[in-house]
């Protein structure tokens, strides 16, 4: 017999000005299980969890908690009827303290009133060692990687006692070892008879977790089942409409010249004698695991940080780039793993952000052409199949692989020689993904030079044509394409020795 859903969201309406984000959807979480909410981006997902927190109110259908209808004018009244929620990107305060941040709203207090900050900093302790973070609870959250900082925003959702918990892509910004432990902190959930509303675009981890699935395409509820009755193929059917067969396409790489020269490039800090050559038309993946500085030497290649010695060529010129716009103007550009903060300006229409750093190309004498800021901006996010209800939608009310789409989109438009894509298709759907990928192919068939930073091992044995591995700020391993093996890039980046012949 099955028990009652904790909760039920049933005929859930939503609609914004030029889009109807949900369609009379409905979803039941039931206590001790995981249900995967599986969909491409611009599904309904994210729309349907700010319903579920109380961030939206919907036009039309009910909630229910065990059977009773409920509203949720705010988050704080969602969080009272014991629901949560574990963010991909959650704000966090990088002056406060982890304890802070973690019961930032909610914060044990004394008889008098005031914050027991003894009683804070230990439940905060606690609740870091449940998810398995080993940070201390009193550091400054400004010192903590991106990793430890999704750590902390886990224990923060966790501090309420919660009997529904909604994980957005929690596993996004995680180590293999930290995963593992996210895995185990949903297992021992489940064992407490939390509801888990799961939504992940990895389909290892949904087998891995889930007991139920929930599939929405274009706003609307397409099917729902126990995940032990179908499969990948199915679940990929369901999603985008149609079978999706090939995810990398098939390519005959055309390697030319060097475009671009590294050498020697150290960091005080953060890496320590990089180089490396990046020819015309190859797309050069770079793995590592969390913390290897990958991100960090992209950065240093684009002028957003300074190495503190090295040399650079760009087709065999040196060229000295301290600033952004100097790499720009040597033909190099670089999309970032955090698009929220550092790729997309949000309050800016989607065609106004693709086209900020090429305004040269769509004005006369100092003034903007509207009609060739809107031609341009039509031009690359239709190659990338951009799903958006009009070029005018802010950007901010974007998915977060559509969001994706644009800061792609907008680097291209400058017509670079170089193009680096820090983790490329973090948090997007499988669909997306394969418009990345064969967006990326034809960029290199026609002689664009791309550095591909990537966790994600099956994309980097799929798209590369060479690989360089890091580990602790250094460059241990480089690997043709004819030897890429999931496990030699996992013993490189772990420092793994060889197996004994």
């Known amino acids: 017999m099955t028990a009652r859903p904790v909760l039920t969201l049933s005929a859930i309406t939503k609609s914004f000005p030029g889009v109807k984000a949900l369609s009379e959807v409905s979803l039941s ?37 065990d059977g009773t209808p409920v509203t949720f004018a705010t988050a704080t009244a969602a969080s009272g009827h014991g629901i949560t929620a574990i963010h991909q990107e959650t704000v966090l305060f990088d002056e406060l303290s982890v304890a ?42 400004k010192e903590l990687g991106i990793a430890n900082k999704h750590l902390v925003a886990i224990a923060r959702a966790l501090s309420v006692d919660a009997q529904v918990v909604v994980m957005d892509e929690p596993t996004a910004a995680l180590s293999h070892k ?35 699935f929930t599939v929405f395409r274009d706003g609307q509820m397409v099917g729902e089942g126990k995940i032990a009755d179908t499969n990948s193929d199915a679940l990929v059917q369901l999603m985008v409409g149609r079978e999706v067969s090939q995810i990398f396409p098939d390519r005959t790489p055309v390697v030319g010249e060097p475009v671009l ?18 020819n015309k038309g190859e797309i050069l993946g770079f793995y590592g695991l969390v913390g290897a500085g990958r991100s960090e030497v992209m950065q240093a290649l ?7 010695k090295g040399a650079m060529r760009v087709d065999g010129q040196i060229a000295v780039i301290r600033t952004p716009a100097q790499a720009i103007q040597h033909g190099i550009v670089y999309v970032p793993e955090d698009r929220g903060k550092q790729g997309a300006v949000a309050g800016l229409p989607i065609f106004q952000n693709v086209t900020l750093p090429s305004l040269s190309r769509t004005s006369r004498k100092g003034f903007i052409k509207l009609a060739e ?23 901010a009310n974007l998915s977060g692989g559509n969001q994706q789409k644009v800061v792609i989109a907008k680097w291209l438009a ?15 759907d499988i669909g997306s993904k394969a418009a990345v990928h064969s967006f990326m192919a034809e960029l290199a068939a026609q002689g664009l030079s791309i550095i591909m930073v990537s966790s994600e091992i099956p994309e980097i044995i799929g798209m590369s044509d060479r690989v360089i591995v890091m580990r602790e700020g250094r460059l241990v391993d480089e690997l043709a394409h004819k030897d890429l093996t999931a496990e030699a890039l996992v013993r490189a980046a772990a420092g793994i020795g060889e197996v004994a012949s």
């Open 302 to 308: 684009f002028g957003v940080t300074k190495p503190s």
């Open 178 to 212: 930290e995963i593992q432990e996210l895995y185990a902190l949903v297992d021992r959930l489940k064992a407490e008879g939390k509801a888990i509303l799961f939504i992940s675009h990895k389909f290892d981890e949904i087998f891995r977790l889930a007991d139920r």
């Open 373 to 395: 800021e809107f031609a341009l901006a039509r031009e690359y996010t239709s190659r990338l199949d951009l799903r958006a209800a009009s070029l005018d939608q802010d950007v």
């Open 100 to 141: 802070e941040n973690i019961f930032i709203g909610h914060a044990p207090l004394t008889r008098r009133g005031l914050i027991d900050w003894k009683k804070l900093n230990s439940k905060a302790h606690d609740l870091l060692a449940r998810v398995g973070a080993d940070i201390d609870a009193t550091a400054p959250l």
């Open 29 to 65: 979480l039931y206590p001790g299980q995981v249900t995967a909410l599986v969909g491409e981006n611009g599904a309904g997902k994210s729309t349907l969890v700010k319903v579920l927190t109380g961030i939206y109110q919907p036009d039309g259908g009910e909630i229910l908690i």
């Open 261 to 278: 020269t590294v050498s020697g490039y150290d960091h005080p800090t953060e890496f320590a004698d990089i180089g490396f050559t990046l």
């Open 414 to 428: 400058t017509q670079p020689k170089v193009i680096i894509l820090d983790e490329p298709t973090k948090g997007i």
